[in-house]
């Protein structure tokens, strides 16, 4: 299959994404059959590796299947893009787990709950993997599960904690039903908890070595794919459904603005000078974002090209750009909503779900510009960062 095959297989998917997103709202998880026919495509292969019978397509390609989904419905998509970028994540893994994982199944359906509200412990031959994770974007369809832990090891006689991420099977996890959100409800990204379950060695990767383009699974394949620094690829991963949404509000807005008869008056909005000049502003503010992120996307796949690892000022930077993208996305939706009279607060229409999608969305840890701009900061200060980057 090539690249822009794929990506018009995403883009003919478009309608029914976009027909079924009130119902997977009301679900609170996307819908079995649109998720079906997402997987029919074969997109979860993208970043699998070529050795594993994967494409390795590129990340700006990647971009553009994201803003697809996320103009169909940034919920439905925000999971997929999810998925996708999950197997490029464990294409980061050391080879005896990725081995085993992808000699058995061509891809996995995973959520990545990374947040350290799980504990590890160390026994003979691997860990026992105890927590709750909120945030599990992805478990309704997944057959497996990605999760972070705290693990404690023996260093000259001191027990020294590190973030590891351990990846098990769905079946040996409870997912419990605590998604009631204001947005991306259809998300489905109920909590997750493990009790007492054992993970063997090799499916334990320390975060650590994950983040600068230098993993166990970049001296592996060799490949610039699997050399660009992980925050940035994840943030991207996030981004992109946002930017996708913002512009398909855009869109409807200008549809809308042929139709609508100003209150007290005969005229069409898109008669009016005003409404003419808000299309206009927020036509080139939506292709501007676009560009925007697809700069970023370039920029990544670069730094997997160079021999070079990407320093933290260089990941800092990027992630503070994430933000302001996804904020921008956020704004636009906004303005259009303004510029769109009430009646666009119908729950009907679907600019009202995609503004409260955008607001709950750009809380996303990732996208927090009070803390990426002090990380920034101090290292454009010559002083340590605060935050993993």
């Given at each position: 299959m090539q690249e822009r095959q794929l990506i018009e297989a995403i883009r003919a998917l478009s309608p029914m994404i976009e027909d079924r997103a009130a119902e997977a709202t009301r679900l609170r998880r996307p819908v079995d059959a649109v998720m079906q026919a997402v997987e029919a495509t074969e997109v979860y292969r993208y970043f699998v590796p070529k050795r594993f019978g994967g494409f390795e397509f590129s990340l700006e390609g990647f971009m553009e299947i994201g803003t697809i989904l996320g103009a169909a419905d940034v919920a439905t998509g925000w999971v997929v893009t999810f998925y996708i970028e999950h197997n490029w994540l464990l294409g980061l893994y050391n080879p005896a787990a990725q081995e085993e994982l992808f000699s058995a199944n061509p891809y996995v359906i995973a959520p990545g709950v990374l947040a350290p509200t799980g504990t590890a412990k160390p026994?003979?031959?691997?860990?026992?993997?105890?927590?709750?994770?909120?945030?599990?974007?992805?478990?309704?369809?997944?057959?497996?599960?990605?999760?972070?832990?705290?693990?404690?090891?023996?260093?000259?006689d001191e027990r020294v904690p590190e973030l590891c991420m351990y990846i098990l099977p769905k079946d040996q996890v409870e997912v419990l039903d605590t998604w009631q959100m204001s947005g991306m409800v259809a998300t489905g990204s109920n909590d997750i908890a493990v009790r007492d379950v054992f993970v063997p060695d090799h499916r334990r990767q320390n975060l650590a070595d994950l983040r600068a383009g230098d993993s166990p699974g970049a001296r592996y394949h060799q490949s610039a794919t699997y050399r660009m620094p992980m925050l940035p690829v994840l943030g991207l991963t996030a981004a992109c459904p946002l930017v996708g949404c913002a512009t398909r509000a855009v869109q409807r807005f200008h549809e809308r603005l042929q139709a609508r008869t100003i209150y007290g008056t005969q005229d069409k909005q898109s008669e009016r000078a005003l409404g003419q000049s808000r299309l206009a502003h927020l036509?080139?503010?939506?292709?501007?974002?676009?560009?925007?992120?697809?700069?970023?996307?370039?920029?990544?796949?670069?730094?997997?090209?160079?021999?070079?690892?990407?320093?933290?000022?260089?990941?800092?930077?990027?992630?503070?750009?994430?933000?302001?993208i996804v904020r921008e996305s956020?704004?636009?939706?906004?303005?259009?909503?303004?510029?769109?009279?009430?009646?666009?607060?119908?729950?009907?229409?679907?600019?009202?779900?995609?503004?409260?999608?955008?607001?709950?969305?750009?809380?996303?840890?990732?996208?927090?510009?009070?803390?990426?701009?002090e990380s920034y900061g101090r290292l454009l200060l010559g002083l340590p960062s605060n935050t993993p980057l």
């Open positions: 026994v003979e031959g691997g860990y026992v993997l105890n927590g709750r994770w909120q945030w599990g974007t992805g478990i309704m369809h997944a057959d497996h599960v990605l999760i972070g832990a705290m693990t404690e090891f023996a260093e000259n036509t080139v503010r939506a292709k501007t974002n676009t560009s925007n992120l697809m700069a970023i996307a370039r920029d990544v796949a670069r730094w997997g090209e160079r021999i070079e690892i990407c320093p933290a000022e260089e990941r800092a930077e990027f992630r503070v750009r994430l933000g302001h956020r704004d636009i939706v906004r303005d259009v909503i303004e510029a769109s009279g009430a009646s666009a607060h119908h729950l009907d229409n679907p600019l009202q779900r995609a503004m409260r999608d955008l607001e709950t969305a750009a809380g996303h840890t990732v996208f927090d510009l009070d803390v990426a701009t």
